[in-house]
């Protein structure tokens, strides 16, 4: 790609995630890798400073709209999904998505991570200690008989 160009690339895998602070981020098959390149040169129309929150919000926002739109998704269930600044995606204060961004010479390169299938074990004790994780498909593929009441799911940044 030219320098002034937008790129991104998808992963089915990831085998050497990093998270913030040097942490890894562990990459379970059946999982979203999202890294999208933004020119440097960008004119955004926010503070540059709000990057992760604002990459943060559209996360939280596709998640919130997955879930409405599920017809598996628990019925009578609430399902809170919240930006934690400056880059985790909650779901009910656990985590479901992961943020970093870092720059190149030319790039803005913007790391997505969503647990989608699977929820890694995180510990939390020592070095690599964090919060506990979820994934999407534990609110999406629940066994209730009861399918006639509403689905909410709430939106926010905590």
């Known amino acids: 790609p030219n320098n002034g160009d937008c790129w991104g690339v998808t992963a089915r895998r990831q085998t050497n995630g990093r998270g ?42 596709a998640i919130s709209n997955s879930l409405s739109a599920s017809s598996s998704f628990p019925r009578n269930k609430v399902a809170v999904v919240s930006v934690k600044w400056p880059n985790d995606v909650l779901l009910c204060d656990d985590k479901v998505a992961g943020i970093l961004i870092e720059s190149d010479m030319d790039h803005f390169l913007i790391g997505i991570g969503i647990n989608v299938a699977h929820a890694p074990t995180i510990s939390s004790e020592g070095a690599h200690r964090g919060r506990s994780s979820t994934c999407l498909h534990e609110y ?11 689905v909410t799911v709430e939106h926010g940044v905590a």
């Open 20 to 61: 913030t602070s040097g942490r890894d981020w562990l990459g379970c098959d059946g999982n979203c890798f999202l890294t999208i390149a933004l020119p440097c040169s960008t004119d955004m129309k926010f503070p540059l400073s709000l990057l992760p929150l604002y990459i943060g919000n559209a996360v939280a926002h």
């Open 140 to 150: 999406s593929h629940c066994n209730d008989d009861d399918n006639n009441n509403d």
